[in-house]
């Protein structure tokens, strides 16, 4: 009993395993654009080829999800 008490005790010490996980990588920006700001000018190439701009997509929402890093 003893050990078993000891084992959880000393497993509840360790720092929580997804504090590593919850950080941002280093190449991240540390900022984020406000709520309900002007996103900024977004163009990306679509499955053609061509090139698909925000701009001619207004009006629009974007959805950003954080996902797991």
């Known amino acids: 009993?003893?050990?078993?008490?000891?084992?959880?005790?000393?497993?509840?010490?360790?720092?929580?395993?997804r504090a590593a996980c919850d950080k941002p990588p280093a190449d991240q920006p540390r900022s984020a654009?406000?709520?309900?700001?002007?996103?900024p000018p977004v163009a990306l190439p679509d499955q053609k080829g061509a090139t698909w701009t925000l701009s001619?997509?207004?009006?629009?929402?974007v959805v950003f999800y954080r996902g797991h890093w």
Do not use: D, F, N, Y
Not at 2 to 15: E, G, K
């Open 33 to 39: 654009i406000a709520e309900g700001a002007p996103a």
């Open 1 to 17: 009993m003893t050990l078993r008490l000891l084992t959880v005790l000393a497993l509840l010490a360790l720092p929580p395993l």
């Open 56 to 61: 001619q997509h207004l009006p629009a929402a």
